[in-house]
């Protein structure tokens, strides 16, 4: 009986395939060919994954902290994922801004101009109207519109409010538990159809976006990518060497499908099934992965934020203006806080990046520049997010095994 393929080799040969598809049609000029009739295949898989995301963010939820047994447990680890997540953030910012540096004062970013381009900001309303934001007045809204911060503080209330009620709330913990098992079974059945969704979209990209990646942002986007490797490599892998002992090969391994998931789809919500399936493999227990990376999904954007420092850099070349030390600060921490407000759906960071243009007084117009190839950028900073979520995870897992011991 010859043995069947796991779910991340399918993938890289369904990635592999797209990039031959790609290349084939970007090739034979039918780039439109694969916008017509491939991606669409990838955007049914995306809405399925979207259609489940938001009942396995609660359910996953609300049955972690379940797990967990009491509201302290949930505090700790609660707390240790927002320290991980802010430590590793501010990281990626000066990794990204060190880069960005090195490849401007080589003369390596080109110099384009604004003029013509546009780009239409959305307004930042303030610190103080999002955290109103993130507490829902309709829970069915919240649902509805997939806002993955407000299901995070309704599966937070509802499960701390089941734990509250003791043995009088045991038949919503029956429920809990029924509809997430229903739930994880839908989730099985959805990551089974990842190649294709991973095949349909790699194809369409590499089809449509070809001219872009050999254009004259190609150095901008290798910077971009760069920080995205050496990030992964040297935080995340020594991360999860140092405190779980999972080697990195084998973190990368495990971590794998997706990754490749997230880099197609350059969504985190969406890619939330495979990463709890990835987690979990990897050894991090089933009730923190549950409660972590939903969250990361949320807060967790290294990848963002390295793309927003490489981003400023570039573009404050083209207008003209040669960077401050103080500057570079005020990059490095407005980045770092853009991208925890920065939501987990595709194309999100370009959005927050306005947030630190803005604080540098260069011209939103300029992110115009660089909205053709956003997608690219895209993939890689969301492959990066994913794989943070996962490392977190992990680390969570590994540091209350300990704290439950003593």
Not at 149 to 176: H, M, N, P, T, Y
Not at 305 to 333: E, P, R
Request: charged share 10%; aromatic share 10%; net charge positive.
């Amino acid at each position: 009986m010859k043995k069947k393929l796991t779910l991340p080799v399918q993938i890289l040969i369904a990635l592999l395939l797209g990039i031959g598809v790609g290349i084939v049609c970007y090739a034979a000029g039918l780039g439109s060919f694969t916008k017509d009739y491939l991606k669409p295949f990838g955007d049914i898989f995306v809405n399925l994954l979207k259609f489940i995301v938001v009942p396995v963010v609660l359910f996953s939820m609300i049955e972690g902290i379940l797990s967990m047994g009491d509201m302290k447990k949930v505090g700790a680890v609660g707390w240790k994922t927002v320290a991980y997540f802010m430590v590793t953030t501010a990281i990626a910012c000066v990794i990204g801004l060190a880069l960005a540096s090195v490849f401007n004062g080589a003369g390596l970013f080109p110099t384009l101009s604004a003029a013509g381009v546009t780009y239409e900001a959305s307004e930042f309303s303030g610190f103080m109207s999002v955290l109103v934001s993130i507490f829902p007045s309709n829970m069915w809204k919240a649902f509805s519109d997939a806002n993955m911060l407000q299901v995070i503080v309704i599966a937070l209330f509802f499960g701390g409010s089941i734990l509250a009620a003791g043995e009088k709330g045991r038949l919503c913990r029956d429920i809990v538990s029924s509809f997430y098992a229903v739930i994880d079974r839908l989730m099985a059945f959805i990551i089974r159809l990842s190649p294709i969704g991973v095949f349909t979209y790699m194809a369409w990209v590499v089809a449509t976006q070809g001219a872009e990646i050999l254009g004259s942002l190609a150095l901008v986007i290798l910077c971009a990518y760069l920080g995205y490797a050496l990030h992964a490599i040297i935080v995340y892998s020594t991360a999860v060497k140092v405190f779980s002992g999972i080697g990195p090969l084998a973190f990368f391994k495990g971590a794998f499908a997706a990754m490749m998931f997230a880099f197609t789809s350059t969504s985190s919500a969406a890619t939330l099934p495979v990463s709890k399936e990835c987690a979990e493999q990897l050894g991090a227990d089933r009730d923190i992965a549950a409660f972590v990376l939903p969250l990361g999904a949320t807060i967790n954007m290294d990848g963002t934020a390295i793309y927003q420092c490489v981003a400023a850099v570039f573009l404050a070349a083209c207008a003209g203006m040669h960077l401050t030390l103080g500057q570079m600060v005020t990059i490095v921490l407005t980045a770092t806080l853009s991208s925890i407000g920065t939501a987990g759906t595709p194309g999100a960071g370009m959005i927050m990046l306005t947030m630190v243009l803005t604080a540098l007084n260069i011209p939103v117009d300029y992110i115009g520049l660089i909205v053709a190839v956003d997608r690219l950028f895209d993939m890689g900073r969301t492959c990066m997010n994913v794989t943070g979520d996962i490392s977190c995870s992990i680390c969570v897992t590994r540091w209350e095994r300990k704290n439950f011991r003593r």
